[in-house]
């Protein structure tokens, strides 16, 4: 049996490798480092693929979601409500702009925004609402555009996990992840569906308005060369990063499959367990599988993660602490009873191995693994 990645880039980089290296080749000979034919080629590529208007790129996915508040004008002092259970990128960027975050709880079975506490968050200082599409599968959009509207708030989809999800709305328009909010962002971190090989990341809309706004606020502020019009950053997508998305575009529906082989995989062989809740997918959206996260119950899932990493197994923890609970995030404004599913979560989830590149030997050897030790 071949050793067992958590994720396999270098499984899936053999397969492409001539082209890769052909086009980044290509990159160096041409010295269009930053901003080259291979930015803008591969913008367009996307936008296609996401079926929206603007794709604008950056250079990763935490600046994404800054540059999309900061392109929304929010100003200090608005609240912002993003979910507890995700990775700290989201709640980061708005304590950064100075905004204040509201933390709501997830719903247990899919560990995505709870649309109840949502509501319950929302006071007369709320201006944006961020939905973080976790480890592969849509939040509900529909209830969670329709609470935004009523209340004149902006929606910005955290779509870092979930890019190449389709998403279908009660009237049986479908739509991909990340282009239904105001604004969407993603990041092509080498290890999501879609990863470059270092940072990069992209911000998607309809809005040609905001499209524009966006585009100087990546760029220093510039809209005309020289000429700083608002406070900017610095976060672009380079050439070489931009050539190897390129590469794995066209790929991504086929990764987003084989990776929900191997997850039906998973759920076939947990079926039977009375121990192990496996991922739900809600039937509003289809599942990309970022993470295969399990849900244990009555089972020391700490001693789990060391039985499999002591069996050569990799595996992770998303997330052990909520975020209400980070040092850099507490406030007594929270109160523990508010985020019940949260802190259960931390303490019994456990994700395991998920790439395109499985053989069923490893497969079978991971889940009869899991099964020895809890049986
Ligand atoms: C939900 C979520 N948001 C934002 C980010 C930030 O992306 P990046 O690492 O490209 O800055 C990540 C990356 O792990 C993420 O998982």
Redesign the pocket.
């Known amino acids: 049996m071949k050793p067992i990645q958590m994720v396999d880039l270098k499984g899936q980089y053999r397969k492409i490798k001539q082209q890769i290296d052909n086009s980044i080749q290509e990159v160096i000979d041409s010295a269009a480092f930053i901003n080259g034919p291979e930015v803008k080629n591969f913008q367009k590529e996307l936008e296609e693929y996401l079926d929206v208007k603007h794709v604008i790129p950056c250079a990763?996915?935490?600046?994404a979601?800054q540059i999309a508040m900061m392109g929304l004008g929010l100003e200090q002092g608005d609240e912002v409500i993003t979910v507890d259970f995700?990775?700290a990128?989201?709640v980061e960027v708005i304590a950064l702009l100075k905004l204040t975050p509201v933390l709501v709880d997830v719903e247990s079975a899919t560990f995505n925004m709870d649309i109840d506490a949502l509501k319950k968050a929302i006071t007369p200082k709320t201006k944006a609402i961020v939905p973080?599409h976790?480890f592969g599968q849509c939040a509900n959009m529909e209830a969670i555009l329709e609470i935004a509207r009523e209340h004149n708030l902006y929606v910005i989809e955290?779509n870092?996990?979930a890019i190449g999800a389709d998403y279908t709305f009660s009237n049986g328009t479908t739509k991909k992840a990340g282009t239904m909010g105001n604004v969407g962002t993603t990041?092509?971190?080498p290890s999501k569906n879609l990863g470059c090989y270092g940072?990069g990341?992209a911000i998607f809309t309809n809005d040609d308005e905001l499209a524009n706004t966006l585009r100087g606020i990546v760029n220093h502020g510039m809209y005309k060369r020289y000429y700083h019009d608002v406070v900017g950053v610095n976060s672009r997508l380079d050439s070489i990063q931009a050539t190897v998305l390129r590469a794995k575009l066209p790929n991504l529906d086929n990764y987003c499959d084989t990776r929900r082989k191997a997850a039906e995989y998973y759920n076939n062989a947990f079926a039977d367990s009375e121990n192990i809740i496996t991922p739900i997918t809600s039937n509003f959206t289809t599942h990309v599988f970022h993470q295969y996260t399990l849900n244990l119950i009555g089972v020391d899932r700490n001693a789990l993660h060391q039985y499999l990493l002591d069996n050569g197994i990799p595996n992770a923890i998303y997330y052990p602490v909520p975020l209400h609970s980070q040092k850099a995030y507490a406030d007594n404004r929270y109160n523990e009873d508010d985020f019940m599913v949260t802190n259960q979560l931390v303490q019994t989830v456990i994700s395991l191995p998920m790439h395109t590149e499985f053989e069923e030997d490893q497969l079978q050897f991971i889940t009869q693994t899991i099964l020895d030790f809890i049986n």
């Open positions: 990763n996915g935490t600046d979601l995700t990775f990128a989201t973080v976790l955290d870092a996990q990041s092509f971190f940072d990341g």
